[in-house]
């Protein structure tokens, strides 16, 4: 499903160059939930980018489903992020001039325009399985931190992607909602077979990942 | 029985639809402009910043589509009041008796011609603006058996034409043709009466203002056309011994062209056409009309640099745009956003923003007008000075293309800053790095 083979990533910075990732390599099969954990500054959402494609490495090589994903050009990256990725970030990364059944049918319409209607169906059946289905006309600031966390996955899973990835997806929750969090992903990894990649600090939440990687310095630790 | 909207859709029996469902059907129709709404809860989540860039094109665009409208319209009233003046200078040949009158409008009865080729070598001089040949014949009758009376006959070319439709104090609402005439301002004819010249049966398309001139005031004007169709009924029933041949001329009107003067074109007539006299008008009239065609198209040129001016505005605005949502743009293009995409967003974002300035600053412009009308306009008007209005079809014009032009400036302002952003690295437009 997923292999990186000798991955790095270095950074031109005043202070002269930063290798924040060094040859990391690594095969995920298809399904599994894999945990990368690792202190701040570690390199582990730099490592995050690089396999979601959202950030070029400096070396080595990514692919995903087979797709060396860096030789694309950007546009059909872009469609390939869509249709097999969903990505959970660390942060509330909802737009928040849209509606919630905006945001989690946004990526179909940027990739399938011409499917609206399926689009909203899609997000509809989403919200609901996510127990948010009261909230479909609200904004995001109308709706608490959890449940944006919650339609961030439904968005996530709006192209029924094949990788999920989630970088820190709990890092500013309370403990309950944290959870709950894991709960619904680890759900999504065990009942629809999506592959989990799941970056966190957070070693009692990794516990439940089928694989724990830890990163060091920017390469894994054995 | 419940009544169902159209865009309803029932649901099976004993199955409700969730309020996700609802939505979700409602959604399908409002989808294909998800987009543009987009924009604009984007430009309705920055209600300052959206009014200040409103404001500013507003301005802008009231100014340019006001300033478009009375330009224009003071462009007519000078284009009429100036051709009412007459031409610059009047080319005739050698011998001509001429009769000097404040304003040139036509050539006199002449038995002497020029050759029509000499309108494509006066129109290659320097100093050359717009030319109006004539062809004049001073008849003993009309050849109706009616009083003999002489009548001046003048042919023209109504396209090249510069000092008789000017004058025009009214017509019939179509175009001139052949066998239509215009009648000098002291005849009696009735508009689209029909008169007799030579036997043949013309109508009368129009009446011209009195002008103080005794050939523009008494003549009978027509086309070349319908003039040669006349040339040997006219020259049986003339003493002149012209020749009034199709490719005879009995004078040339002269334009001249904008930063030129009445002597240099003089010195060029009569240096490169022998046999040939000039006679200049008051050069004073010549000057006004070129320093206040000068004067426009320095308020042209004005109207030029606002609109860059703001093109510029715009660019730098939505740079700053641009850098404070960058997280944002970079999670659309982490979601599956294509660059192009990005760039599409924010362009329809910006266009909408200035169009709807552009708008705006045309509904302030007409209400300008609408103030000017009643206050210079009108005391022009008093004076006895015509302002010519553009029609309202023509300033509707001018106001669309005001709009248009406001949201491609827009667009394009945004086009570069968008472009730079969808250019870089999702990943680093998430973490906001400078």
């Given at each position: 499903m997923?292999?990186?083979e000798?991955?790095?990533?270095?950074?031109?910075?005043?202070?002269?160059?930063?290798?924040?990732v060094?040859?990391?390599d690594?095969?995920?099969?298809?399904?599994?939930?894999?945990?990368?954990?690792?202190?701040?500054?570690?390199g582990?959402?730099s490592?995050?980018?690089?396999?979601?494609?959202?950030s070029?490495?400096?070396?080595?090589?990514?692919r995903?489903?087979?797709?060396e994903?860096?030789?694309m050009?950007?546009s059909?990256?872009?469609?390939?992020?869509s249709?097999?990725?969903?990505?959970?970030?660390?942060?509330?990364?909802?737009?928040?001039?849209?509606?919630?059944?905006?945001?989690?049918a946004?990526?179909?319409?940027?990739?399938?325009?011409?499917?609206?209607?399926?689009?909203?169906e899609k997000?509809?059946?989403?919200?609901?399985?996510?127990?948010?289905a009261?909230?479909?006309d609200?904004?995001?600031?109308?709706?608490?931190?959890?449940?944006?966390?919650?339609?961030?996955?439904?968005?996530?899973l709006?192209?029924?992607?094949?990788?999920?990835?989630?970088?820190?997806?709990?890092?500013?929750l309370?403990?309950?909602?944290?959870?709950?969090?894991?709960?619904?992903?680890?759900r999504?990894?065990r009942?629809?077979?999506?592959?989990?990649?799941?970056?966190?600090?957070?070693?009692?939440?990794?516990?439940?990942?089928?694989?724990?990687?830890?990163?060091?310095?920017?390469g894994?630790?054995? | 029985?419940?009544?169902?909207?159209?865009?309803?859709?029932?649901?099976p029996?004993?199955?409700?639809?969730?309020?996700?469902?609802?939505?979700?059907?409602?959604?399908?129709t409002g989808?294909?402009?998800?987009?543009?709404?987009?924009a604009?809860?984007?430009?309705?989540?920055?209600?300052?910043?959206?009014?200040?860039?409103?404001s500013?094109?507003?301005?802008?665009?009231?100014?340019v589509?006001?300033?478009?409208?009375?330009?224009?319209?003071?462009?007519?009233?000078?284009?009429?009041?100036?051709?009412r003046?007459?031409?610059?200078m009047?080319i005739?040949?050698?011998?001509t008796?001429?009769?000097?009158?404040?304003?040139?409008?036509?050539?006199e009865?002449?038995d002497?011609?020029?050759?029509?080729?000499?309108?494509d070598?006066?129109?290659?001089?320097?100093g050359?603006?717009?030319l109006?040949?004539?062809?004049?014949?001073?008849?003993?009758s009309?050849?109706?058996g009616?009083?003999?009376?002489?009548?001046?006959?003048?042919?023209?070319?109504?396209e090249?034409?510069?000092?008789?439709q000017?004058?025009?104090?009214?017509?019939?609402?179509?175009?001139?043709?052949?066998?239509?005439?215009?009648?000098?301002?002291?005849?009696?004819?009735?508009?689209?009466?029909?008169?007799?010249?030579?036997?043949?049966?013309?109508?009368?398309?129009?009446?011209?203002?009195?002008?103080?001139?005794?050939?523009?005031?008494?003549?009978?004007?027509?086309?070349f056309?319908?003039?040669?169709?006349?040339r040997?009924?006219?020259q049986r029933s003339?003493a002149?011994?012209?020749?009034?041949?199709?490719?005879?001329?009995?004078?040339?009107?002269?334009?001249?062209?904008?930063?030129?003067t009445?002597?240099q074109?003089?010195?060029?007539?009569?240096?490169?056409?022998?046999?040939?006299?000039?006679?200049?008008?008051e050069s004073t009239?010549?000057?006004?009309r070129?320093?206040?065609?000068?004067?426009?198209?320095?308020?042209?040129?004005?109207?030029?640099?606002?609109?860059?001016?703001?093109a510029s505005?715009?660019?730098?605005?939505?740079?700053?745009?641009?850098?404070?949502?960058?997280?944002?743009?970079?999670l659309?293009?982490a979601?599956?956003?294509?660059?192009?995409?990005?760039?599409?967003?924010?362009?329809?974002?910006?266009?909408?923003?200035?169009?709807?300035?552009?708008?705006?600053?045309?509904?302030?412009?007409?209400?300008?007008?609408?103030?000017?009308?009643h206050?210079?306009?009108?005391h022009?008007a008093?004076?006895?000075?015509?302002?010519?209005?553009l029609?309202?079809?023509?300033i509707l014009?001018?106001?669309l293309?005001?709009v248009?032009?406001?949201?491609?400036?827009?667009?394009?302002?945004a086009?570069?800053?968008?472009?730079?952003?969808?250019?870089?690295?999702?990943?680093?437009?998430?973490?906001?790095?400078?």
């Amino acid at each position: 499903m997923l292999t990186c083979e000798g991955v790095g990533k270095s950074y031109s910075t005043e202070r002269g160059l930063v290798h924040a990732v060094v040859g990391v390599d690594l095969r995920v099969p298809a399904g599994q939930f894999v945990a990368i954990v690792g202190r701040s500054g570690s390199g582990k959402s730099s490592l995050m980018a690089m396999i979601g494609g959202l950030s070029r490495p400096t070396r080595g090589v990514v692919r995903v489903s087979g797709a060396e994903i860096w030789k694309m050009p950007d546009s059909r990256l872009a469609e390939f992020r869509s249709r097999e990725m969903g990505f959970v970030f660390q942060f509330p990364s909802l737009l928040p001039t849209l509606r919630i059944i905006d945001n989690v049918a946004l990526p179909a319409l940027l990739n399938s325009r011409k499917e609206e209607a399926a689009a909203y169906e899609k997000a509809a059946e989403l919200l609901t399985e996510l127990e948010l289905a009261d909230y479909v006309d609200a904004y995001p600031h109308e709706i608490s931190a959890g449940e944006q966390r919650r339609v961030a996955i439904a968005r996530a899973l709006i192209n029924s992607p094949s990788l999920l990835i989630a970088d820190e997806p709990t890092s500013d929750l309370d403990e309950q909602t944290e959870i709950e969090i894991i709960d619904r992903l680890y759900r999504l990894n065990r009942d629809r077979g999506v592959t989990l990649i799941m970056v966190t600090h957070n070693l009692a939440l990794a516990q439940r990942a089928d694989r724990i990687l830890h990163i060091a310095n920017g390469g894994l630790v054995a | 029985m419940s009544a169902r909207s159209p865009g309803e859709q029932e649901c099976p029996q004993g199955m409700e639809a969730s309020p996700a469902e609802q939505s979700a059907m409602r959604d399908k129709t409002g989808a294909r402009f998800f987009f543009a709404r987009m924009a604009i809860q984007n430009l309705g989540r920055r209600k300052a910043r959206t009014f200040l860039l409103l404001s500013a094109v507003a301005i802008c665009s009231g100014a340019v589509f006001t300033g478009a409208v009375l330009m224009q319209s003071i462009k007519n009233s000078m284009d009429i009041g100036f051709a009412r003046l007459g031409a610059d200078m009047l080319i005739v040949p050698e011998g001509t008796l001429t009769n000097i009158t404040a304003a040139l409008l036509t050539a006199e009865p002449t038995d002497f011609t020029l050759e029509d080729g000499v309108l494509d070598r006066l129109a290659k001089l320097k100093g050359v603006g717009r030319l109006g040949p004539q062809r004049i014949v001073r008849t003993e009758s009309l050849g109706s058996g009616e009083q003999r009376h002489p009548t001046d006959l003048i042919g023209f070319d109504p396209e090249r034409d510069i000092t008789i439709q000017p004058w025009l104090a009214e017509r019939l609402g179509r175009a001139f043709g052949k066998g239509d005439l215009i009648i000098g301002g002291r005849r009696e004819e009735p508009l689209g009466s029909e008169m007799m010249l030579f036997g043949v049966r013309h109508t009368v398309y129009g009446k011209l203002e009195k002008t103080a001139v005794g050939t523009h005031e008494r003549g009978v004007f027509m086309s070349f056309e319908t003039f040669d169709a006349l040339r040997e009924s006219i020259q049986r029933s003339s003493a002149s011994k012209a020749d009034l041949g199709p490719n005879r001329l009995s004078g040339v009107l002269i334009e001249l062209a904008p930063g030129a003067t009445a002597k240099q074109v003089q010195f060029a007539v009569l240096a490169n056409f022998p046999g040939v006299k000039t006679i200049a008008s008051e050069s004073t009239l010549t000057s006004i009309r070129q320093g206040l065609s000068a004067l426009l198209e320095g308020v042209l040129a004005l109207l030029v640099i606002m609109f860059v001016s703001t093109a510029s505005m715009v660019c730098v605005l939505f740079s700053a745009i641009i850098t404070e949502r960058r997280r944002e743009l970079g999670l659309l293009m982490a979601i599956g956003a294509r660059p192009w995409q990005v760039v599409g967003i924010l362009a329809t974002e910006a266009a909408i923003a200035t169009a709807s300035g552009g708008l705006l600053g045309c509904m302030l412009g007409v209400a300008l007008l609408r103030s000017y009308q009643h206050s210079l306009v009108y005391h022009l008007a008093n004076m006895g000075v015509p302002f010519a209005w553009l029609s309202w079809r023509e300033i509707l014009l001018i106001a669309l293309a005001c709009v248009i032009l406001a949201s491609l400036i827009g667009a394009s302002g945004a086009l570069i800053p968008a472009w730079r952003t969808s250019r870089r690295e999702p990943y680093d437009l998430i973490r906001a790095e400078g």
